[in-house]
C-alpha cells in the first residue's frame, strides 16, 4: 500500500493561521514530517500521527536534504496519509522541489497545499498593504541567503528586489550589511522605509522599523528568531501607525 | 458602540483554503461586506452575518471605492464584529489601503487578518516551488492592470517582472499581448515557460501552458473566471506533470 504525500504550509507561527485543509490533513496524517519551526500547538493538531522533526541544522543541509527524502518515501510505503509540513508556504523558500523529485521519481502521489507565507503575515502585523494604488504595484519575495547559508555570489536577488517597489526579504537578516550595500548600489533610496519582523504571528512577535541606511543596526536589534524584512514606500504607514501604537 | 473592523483574506476560491482565523470571525460577524468573487460556501460560514455584497462593476471603480468606505464606517460605528472579506490575500492587490485609511480616520480598530493568496494556490495546483535551487530565488508578484481596468501607462510592472526569475501576474489575462510584447522588449526569453489558471482552487479550475511566445494565444482559451499567469522556469516542470496527467 502507498499513501498519499501531503506537501502543506504550515503558516507562518500561530496555530489559527492554518488552513481548515491543513489542520484537517494534520487530524487525519498517520505520520508529519515537519521542520524545526514548526510549534508545539501545530504539531497537537496531529493527534494519532507519529511525528518525526527533520529540521535542518546549520551548514549540513544538503546532506539532510537527502535524508528528508529518502524518509518521506519510505514513510510514504507503509502509511496511507503522510503530511509534510513546512513552515510558511510550501512552495516558496521551502526547498520543496528535492521531495516533490522524489516522490515523483519513487511513483508516490504528492499533494501540495498552500500555507500562509509569513511575507503576509507581516503585512497583516503591519496593518498595510503590500500594494497601493499610486505607492506600488509589485511585491518581490527574494532572499539573499544561499543553500548553504552563505550570501549568494549570484546578485540576481537583488537586481529583483530594487526593480521592485515592494521588497520581501527572507532569510536575509544576518545578511543585513550586505543587503543595504547592494540595493543602494543598485539606486534604492537610503531613506527607503524598512520594517524588520522577528517570529512575526507569535507571541514573541518583535517589529522595528526605520530606513535602508539603518538596516544593519535594526537587525541587530532582533534575536535569533526567524526574520523578514519588507523595504518600500508601502510600510511608510506602517511606521507611523506603530508609532501611535507604541505611544498609546 | 464602536465595532471592529476585521480585514480578512477568504483565498483563492476553495472554501477549506480559509485560515481557522478567518473561519472564526466569520462565524462570529455580525456583518460582513464582501466582494463579489467570494463564493456561496465561504458566505455560508457567517451564518448569523447581515451580507452586503461589494464587488466592484467594471470601470466604476473610484466612486465604489468611496461607497465601500463609507459603508464600511457606518456598519463598524453600529455593530460589534465587522468582517471586510476580500479574495486572496487582503494586502495584495486587494485595494486595501483606501479602507484601512477610512477606518482610521474614522477611529475604528482595524485588524488584518492574512489569506492564501492566488498565486501560491496555483503553485500548489501545479504541484511546483515558485523557488528552487540553481532555478529561482526570487518571485515577484505584478499587475498590469490599473484602477479603471486599462494597462498601466507606469511601466515599472514590467520591469520588476521581468527582473524576477519567476513572476506571478494577477489580472492580466486581458492584457496578454501587452504583457509578451513588454517582457520580451526588456530581454525574458520568447521561450520561458508559461503557465494560465483560471479560478485556481475552485471545481472550475482551468490550467493551459506554453511559452511566454504563446501567451495571448493562451489567455484566449480561458473562460471569464479570474486568472493569473505565472512566467519562469520554475514551472517548466509543471508543464511535463500536468502533461503526464492529462494522458493518464
Known amino acids: 500500500m ?18 481548515l485543509r491543513a489542520a484537517r490533513l494534520l487530524a487525519e496524517a498517520d505520520v508529519v514530517l515537519h521542520d524545526a519551526l514548526v510549534g508545539p500547538e501545530v504539531l497537537a493538531l496531529a493527534a494519532k500521527a507519529k511525528l518525526y522533526n527533520v529540521g535542518k541544522r546549520a551548514n549540513r543541509p544538503s546532506v539532510d536534504q537527502r535524508l528528508i527524502c529518502k524518509l518521506l518515501v519510505r514513510v510514504a510505503l507503509r502509511h496511507k496519509v503522510v503530511v509534510r509540513l513546512k513552515g510558511g508556504d510550501p512552495n516558496l ?30 503585512a497583516s502585523a ?38 521592485a517597489e515592494t521588497a520581501v526579504i527572507y532569510m536575509g537578516a544576518l545578511h543585513a550589511e550586505r543587503v543595504t550595500e547592494a ?23 518583535h517589529i522595528v522599523r526605520g530606513s535602508l541606511n539603518d538596516l544593519p543596526d535594526l537587525a ?16 511608510a504607514e506602517a511606521r507611523a501607525a506603530l508609532t501611535e501604537r507604541d505611544a498609546a
Open 2 to 19: 502507498t499513501g498519499t504525500v501531503y506537501l502543506v504550509g504550515a503558516g507562518p507561527g500561530a496555530v489559527d493561521l492554518l488552513t
Open 93 to 122: 523558500f521551502g526547498r520543496a522541489s528535492e521531495e516533490i523529485a522524489a516522490c515523483r521519481d519513487a511513483g508516490i502521489p504528492l499533494v501540495s497545499v498552500p500555507g500562509i507565507s509569513a511575507g503576509f503575515a507581516a
Open 126 to 163: 503591519l496593518g498595510v498593504s503590500l500594494t497601493a494604488r499610486g505607492v506600488s504595484r509589485s511585491v518581490t519575495f527574494v532572499t539573499p541567503s544561499s543553500a548553504r547559508g552563505r550570501v549568494e555570489r549570484d546578485m540576481h536577488w537583488a537586481d529583483a528586489a530594487a526593480a
Open 183 to 205: 540595493l543602494i548600489a543598485r539606486g534604492v533610496a537610503a531613506s527607503r522605509p524598512v520594517v524588520l519582523l522577528e517570529s512575526v504571528s507569535a507571541d514573541s512577535e
Open 220 to 235: 541587530r536589534q532582533l534575536g535569533d528568531g526567524p526574520a523578514i524584512m519588507i523595504i518600500g514606500e508601502a510600510v
